[in-house]
């Protein structure tokens, strides 16, 4: 290997926090603690996918478009239900429109409409701006297309982890070119504010830059309102908005994804999508079309998931309080970020090593979705991430073990 030039993945491994200075990767985090947790037996609360799976008619109507439709390549923008669906779903809930030939685009779960969208509208010498913390695959995929990754920070508060529009007006510059937003976010369950929201709306037309935004927990939220920044005025033409049927549905393994935006953008996004997978998923396609249409069993599963995660929050974040942990209470996802300095532990990485044997339960440090080393890993080094979207035994058995924090 001694003279080789680096490849490109080590970018990848950098900007994740994985390349050892040996050259060797090490496994994410999330890996490591969930190996943790199958060795301890402890109740894994660090990987954020259901254990109860979504509704049986969904999972009958991908049986039958097994059976019924043609198991080749699915057009290459989806099915044409599916993009009727998202287009209806943008249209009810949020007053959208969308037109489902050249307004929408089917993708291999949310992930990959992130990827193709930041592929298609930024490169080397660009500066792609996220929150931060931020969703794992976002740093990824920015050090993959060769642009610049800036943050905005977000810091706790009363209410929540918070941006300061000074923050989002200084992350701003003349080489930014796409503003890739999450709300409900990932991992600190905040649902980002109007007067957040504007204040980056507001930068982005200013610098005129491309919007992606990552809204897979759209219907996870607790009380506060989901607000697509695509609704803010002016904001429709530029930008693209994601989701998933992975979160909302229960469906994590289908990887059914969308994109949502006006045809010139999503046109790029096409473009390279196409040719990353091409198509996938062709039944589960039609299977998520029926559960996207308002036929009234959805909207009841839906909205009784919501109110079983809350209630789930609240049990979780009650107990991690009286362990001694700070949590935020989340306004929406799958997560509740607790601050464990007042457990006397400054390091959140650490502790998450020793909590299966401590208290039975695997977190994940917030650490993890920070830039490796930067400022905000540094500001939120105590921090740990715990989900709720685990079955009343798993959560019983994690509030038993926490318990035994307080002793
Ligand atoms: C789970 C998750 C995704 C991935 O969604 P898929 O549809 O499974 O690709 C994207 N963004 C956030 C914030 C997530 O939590």
Redesign the pocket.
């Known amino acids: 290997m001694a003279g080789m030039v680096e490849p490109r993945w080590h970018d990848v491994a950098r900007a994740t926090g994985l390349l050892a200075p040996d050259g060797t990767v090490a496994a994410t985090i999330f890996a490591e603690m969930t190996a943790l947790a199958g060795r301890t037996g402890a109740a894994n609360l660090g990987q954020?996918?259901p254990d109860v799976d979504g509704p049986d008619f969904l999972k009958e109507a991908a049986v039958a478009a097994i059976r019924d439709e043609p198991n080749q390549y699915a057009p290459g923008s989806g099915v044409p239900a599916l993009r009727r669906a998202v287009a209806a779903h943008q249209q009810r809930h949020y007053g959208l429109q969308a037109d489902p030939d050249t307004e929408v685009l089917v993708t291999?779960?949310?992930?990959?409409?992130?990827a193709a969208s930041i592929m298609a509208f930024a490169g080397p010498g660009d500066e792609v701006l996220t929150l931060e913390p931020f969703?794992d695959?976002y740093a990824a995929i920015i050090a993959l297309t060769g642009a610049t990754h800036r943050t905005v920070p977000m810091r706790p508060a009363a209410g929540g982890f918070r941006i300061d529009p000074d923050d989002v007006a200084a992350a701003f510059t003349d080489r930014t070119r796409v503003l890739l937003v999450?709300s409900p976010?990932?991992p600190t369950g905040t649902v980002l504010s109007r007067e957040e929201l504007t204040a980056l709306a507001e930068q982005a037309t200013a610098n005129d830059v491309v919007v992606v935004t990552?809204e897979?927990?759209e219907h996870l939220t607790y009380g506060a309102e989901h607000i697509p920044i695509a609704t803010l005025p002016g904001m429709a033409e530029r930008t693209l908005t994601i989701s998933?049927?992975?979160?909302t549905l229960s469906f994590?393994g289908w990887?059914?994804?969308w994109v949502h935006g006006p045809a010139e953008l999503v046109t790029g996004v096409r473009t390279v999508k196409q040719f990353l997978t091409y198509v996938a998923s062709g039944p589960f396609q039609h299977a998520v079309a029926k559960g996207l249409d308002d036929d009234g069993r959805t909207a009841s599963y839906v909205s009784g998931l919501r109110d079983s995660l809350w209630q789930r929050r609240d049990f979780l974040v009650g107990a991690l309080e009286e362990a001694g942990f700070a949590p935020l209470a989340p306004q929406g996802?799958?997560f509740v970020a607790a601050d464990a300095a007042g457990l006397g532990h400054d390091d959140a990485a650490t502790l998450c090593r020793e909590l299966p044997e401590l208290a039975g339960v695997v977190g994940v440090p917030i650490s993890a979705f920070c830039t490796p080393g930067g400022a905000v890993a540094e500001s939120l080094r105590s921090w740990v991430r715990f989900t709720f979207v685990k079955s009343p035994e798993v959560l019983e058995r994690a509030v038993e073990g926490l318990q035994r924090l307080r002793t």
């Open positions: 954020g996918f291999v779960g949310a992930t990959e409409g992130i969703y695959s999450n976010h990932n990552d897979v927990y998933s049927a992975g979160k994590t990887k059914v994804g996802t799958y």
